[in-house]
């Protein structure tokens, strides 16, 4: 998303070009004529448990993935209150 690419994934996006888009993930698809709904139960309530456990180094990996959804506008903070805190 927003970080260096490795190598080998630098050379094979090289090697297809042709087939990639400039921006892979410039904006959100574009409107579709179908509109998915999912209906709830009224009486179904959200699953809560502990996030999963991180090393340092994939916690510093999904900040850095979260950031760039954020800035791009993807995704953007829950005001549910049994979100992560």
Known sequence: LCKVVPPDLADLIRKYLDI?????????????????RIEL????????QRQFRLSQLELEELY??????????????????????
């Open 20 to 36: 990639f888009p400039d921006d892979l993930l410039a904006g959100l698809p574009p409107s579709r004529p179908e509109h998915h």
């Open 41 to 48: 139960e009224p009486s179904a309530h959200p699953t809560v």
């Open 64 to 85: 850095q993935q979260l950031d760039c959804l954020l800035t791009k506008g993807f995704i953007r903070p829950s005001t549910l209150p049994y979100a992560p805190r």
